[in-house]
């Protein structure tokens, strides 16, 4: 679903798309904008800065570390880190576990390394944006990288089926290739057209 936004740290408006389900509370046209809006959350600064609290943070990392040596990172070791969390979760209070689960989902969704979007899908799309410009409107700032064909359609990373978009152009041609594809039920020509149209070949 596409969302209308205002970020809440420059007032700068946007548009973005989510999974049903997955809109988050707060919303910011950059992470640079999300850091310095974390800036101002006094309970977090607080918290960080509390030495004892560092400290304890600190000694739990290192405790588990020593646990469970070079195995740290693994499938089995998150499972083990899992089962301890929920052994102790009706021990904290709702502020704690709400704190908890909201940094868990927030990790989730920025740091997801599964599914058509993982960690290689953000490598290549951040390369393709660094030095790009919208194909439709010609802008630089808050570009996306497009699949011409969709994902869920079979659309692969190949260059030939991605374009930069900034994300105003980015739901306009979503929008159109489905109007296009009513018309001509036949992905391929849906991408020789969008990509002549964008001036890609």
Known sequence: MMVHYVCETCGKPG????????VPSHFFCSRECQNEWQKTREDIVLKNKDPAFRKKVSAGLKRRKQELGDNYHSAETKRK?????????????????????????????????????????????????????????????????HHIIPVKEGGTRDRRNLVVLCQ???????????????????????QILVRERLHCL
């Open 168 to 190: 105003s152009c980015h739901g306009i041609v979503e929008h159109q290739q489905k109007k296009l594809y009513e018309i001509i039920p036949d992905w391929n020509i849906v």
């Open 81 to 145: 880190i899992g089962e301890a969390t929920l052994k102790h979760w009706e021990e904290y209070d709702d502020d704690t576990k709400n704190y908890m689960l909201q940094i868990l989902q927030t990790n989730a969704t920025a740091r997801r390394t599964y599914g058509p979007y993982d960690l290689a899908w953000k490598k290549l799309s951040a390369a393709m944006c660094a030095n790009g410009i919208c194909h439709r409107c010609g802008s630089k700032a808050n570009l996306v990288v």
């Open 15 to 22: 548009q973005r798309s989510y999974a049903q389900g997955k």
